[in-house]
C-alpha cells in the first residue's frame, strides 16, 4: 500500500504564502508523476501542479507564476510553494502520486486526506 500525507494548510491572508508538504510511504516501486490537486466546496477536483521525470512540470493556468512545485529525488517528498494567494485559492488541497507497488509496473493514483487552505481577510 502506498500512504500519502499532508501538511501545512491553514488560514492566510490575501496576498500571503503557505508551503504545503506531501510525504510518500510505503511499498513503492516506481513513480511516475508527483502532483497536488485541489476541491473547493460546490466543485469537481481540479489539477494544481505536477511533477514529472526529468524535472518536467505542469501548473493550471489560474496558478502560473504564483505556485511552484517541487520534490526530492527519491519520489518521497513533494511540496507546494503558493505564493500571491486569493481567496478563490481556498479548498482542500490533496497530494497524488502516480505510482506501481511492484514490478508488474501497474500503475495507479493514490491520494492523501488532504489539507484545507482558507484564504481570507
Known amino acids: 500500500q502506498v500512504q500519502l500525507v499532508e501538511s501545512g494548510g491553514g488560514l492566510v491572508q490575501p496576498g500571503g504564502s503557505l508551503r504545503l508538504s506531501c510525504v510518500a510511504s510505503?511499498?513503492?516501486?516506481?513513480?511516475?508523476?508527483m502532483g497536488w490537486y485541489r476541491q473547493a466546496p460546490g466543485k469537481e477536483r481540479e489539477l494544481v501542479a505536477s511533477?514529472?521525470?526529468?524535472?518536467?512540470?505542469n501548473n493550471a493556468d489560474s496558478v502560473k507564476g504564483r505556485f511552484t512545485i517541487s520534490r526530492d529525488n527519491a519520489w518521497k517528498t513533494a511540496y507546494l510553494q503558493m505564493n500571491s494567494l486569493k481567496p478563490e485559492d481556498t479548498a482542500v488541497y490533496y497530494c497524488?502520486?502516480?505510482?506501481?507497488?511492484?514490478?508488474?509496473?501497474?500503475?495507479?493514483?493514490?491520494w492523501g486526506k488532504g489539507t484545507l487552505v482558507t484564504v481570507s481577510s
Open positions: 497524488n502520486t502516480r505510482a506501481a507497488i511492484s514490478t508488474n509496473l501497474v500503475f495507479s493514483d493514490y
Open positions: 510505503g511499498s513503492i516501486y516506481s513513480v511516475s508523476s
Open positions: 511533477s514529472t521525470g526529468g524535472g518536467r512540470t
